[in-house]
């Protein structure tokens, strides 16, 4: 699991794309992406397909329902051209990546049946993983007597589960079955028969990210389990018996691309990894 910051930059790469390949809104090249979280259920979202309207909505800080009407205080402020400060923050791309051996089962395997297991298996540790995080995540508020506190918040997050991963240079995709949760910066929360909105206090999420990212390791493995399947190891080292170094080698050449350019650029932090990746950014190639 990773986490990345969206910009207000990045809102072309978020919601378009480009006519090439809009890679989070536009049918045809992978499925159609929904929504899900108790503030998409209580926005009218939950379980809704994704489309460009609402996603750019969202996207700036307003209501989906095109009101214009703010979902926090700051939707749809610039940032500063000179400090790059004081704009909306959009969100935050959390990515759940199965583990590489299972991705080469789903994208081989003749057994159909198989395949749609494999996947459910995916999105139900994601979205299980995603319930924790919700559980889990503030918003910030000023009580009656003036002081800050925490309150807990239902999410909106638009989910996209993706076959393959962005193509090295000069590649094909590789095998790579992934989620985008695309977590929105808006925390929806009833107060009474009222409907109250606020910015994420986002930090805890960053500060848990490894706990999260063990959390759908291990509730991905425990449905993988259930399939039949011969597994060694555990967590992100999960594997499948019977599939060699070599085949997963020849099948993760993003990997060795991310990997390269850390060490390029001398990235001293795991986090940073995170960043590496969001900055690969080629337009992805369906291998249909």
């Known amino acids: 699991m990773s986490i990345g910051a969206m910009g207000d930059g990045a809102k072309w790469y978020y919601t378009t794309l ?57 939707a749809g402020r ?3 051209p000179i400090t790059k400060r004081g704009g909306h923050q959009p969100g935050w791309d959390v990515t759940f990546t199965a583990n590489k051996d299972i991705s080469i089962i789903y994208a081989l395997t003749k057994d159909e049946a198989l395949r749609a297991e494999v996947k459910t298996a995916h999105e139900e540790a994601v979205k299980e993983t995603l319930r924790k995080i919700e559980a889990e995540t503030t918003v910030r508020i000023r009580n009656k007597e003036g002081q800050i506190e925490h309150v807990n918040t239902g999410l909106v997050v638009a ?7 962005r193509p090295a240079k000069g590649e094909v995709p590789d095998m790579g079955l992934h989620t985008h949760a695309i977590l929105f910066n808006a925390g929806v929360r009833e107060e009474g028969k009222a409907i109250k909105t606020n910015s994420l206090w986002s930090q805890a999420i960053y500060d848990k990210q490894k706990e999260y990212r063990a959390f759908y390791h291990a509730e991905f493995a425990k449905n993988i389990q259930k399939l039949g399947l011969e597994l060694e190891g555990a967590g992100e080292a999960l594997t499948v018996k019977g599939i060699s170094k070599e085949v997963r080698t020849h099948f993760s050449k993003r990997t060795d691309e991310i990997e390269a350019a850390w060490e390029k650029i001398g990235a001293l932090h795991p986090k940073e990894k995170d960043q590496v990746k969001l900055g690969i950014q080629q337009i992805k190639d369906s291998t249909d």
């Open 18 to 74: 480009s006519a090439r390949d809009e890679y989070y809104i536009a049918p045809g090249k992978e499925e159609a992406g929904h929504y899900f979280g108790e503030g998409a259920k209580r926005l009218g979202l939950e379980g809704k397909t994704v489309e460009g309207s609402e996603f750019r909505a969202l996207f700036d800080g307003y209501y989906p329902d095109g009101s214009e009407k703010k979902l926090v205080q700051n």
């Open 78 to 80: 610039k940032p500063d």
């Open 159 to 165: 989910l996209h589960t993706h076959r393959t991963s």
